[in-house]
């Protein structure tokens, strides 16, 4: 009898862990994975931090035709459902970024940001994790490169705002600008908790990304000129 109930529990524990994507391979098999497209030459990982917990990786991905990828903050471990929630570095020449707004202290900020794939995820079908990243590099960098460049004399400001209310927050800058491409999200973490996050997705060159990345003193997000 306890040895059917030890079965049973057993059963229970793996196929909850399948379903919640704890059964998630570490880097190096993310690793040997990438390698085992046709598409992919090389690929190089490195721990962000060290000492960090996280694990948190940087990736550069040489891909066949002269394409590269590189993204940052991946998680090898992420659960199935947030395989999309790393920074999308550099797609070939091009980095893409954004300009939008979300809480900040006692009200909104509207300023430059970094992209996670999770920003631009919905213009791509089933696209959810960095191996279809991988292989929908052509569909993502025909769509990055359709994007309008970013002016990084793009207007930036703080509003006072009651982050529990459910209307946006009224920027001018935000509805005077018409770029059409735009990650829109209302967040309700608890009754209480209830926010807007908006943003309009850009690209850069490299040389320009890193050129203003320095002007800001954000040295660590300088990217390398070839791939």
Same mark, same amino acid.
């Given at each position: ?15 909850? %862990?399948?379903?919640?994507?704890? !059964? ?14 046709? %598409? ?8 962000? #931090? ?16 002269? +394409? %590269? ?5 991946? @998680? ?7 395989? #999309?929630?790393?920074?999308?570095? +550099? ?12 809480? !900040? ?8 940001? !970094? ?18 990243? &991988? ?16 002016? &990084?004399?793009?207007?930036?400001? =703080?509003? @006072?705002?009651? /982050? ?25 973490? /608890? =009754? ?8 309009? &997705? ?22 390398? &000129?070839?791939?």
């Amino acid at each position: 009898m306890k040895k059917r109930v030890l079965i049973v529990l057993l059963f229970i524990l793996v196929t909850n %862990c399948i379903y919640s994507g704890s !059964f998630i391979k570490d880097m190096s098999d993310w690793e040997k994975e990438i390698l085992m497209l046709p %598409c992919v030459e090389s690929v190089e990982s490195e721990r962000l #931090d060290p000492d960090d917990d996280d694990f948190l990786y940087k990736v550069k991905i040489r891909m066949t035709e002269n +394409r %590269c990828l590189q993204v940052s903050y991946f @998680e090898p471990f992420a659960p199935r459902g947030y395989q #999309d929630d790393f920074y999308l570095d +550099r797609i070939g020449d091009l980095v893409p970024v954004m300009w939008g707004y979300e809480p !900040f202290s006692k009200g909104y900020i509207l300023n430059f940001h !970094f992209l996670r794939f999770k920003h631009i995820s919905s213009y791509f079908n089933q696209k959810k994790n960095l191996i279809d990243v &991988i292989k929908a590099y052509d569909e993502i960098y025909s769509f990055i490169s359709k994007l309008p460049y970013y002016d &990084i004399n793009s207007p930036e400001e =703080i509003i @006072e705002w009651d /982050t529990e209310n459910t209307q946006k927050p009224e920027f001018k800058a935000w509805e005077e600008n018409k770029d059409p491409y735009v990650y829109s999200n209302f967040h309700i973490k /608890t =009754i209480y908790d209830k926010y807007w996050e908006e943003y309009k &997705i850009y690209k850069m060159t490299v040389e320009d990304y890193n050129e203003y990345v320095l002007s800001r003193g954000w040295n660590f997000h300088v990217l390398g &000129i070839e791939p």
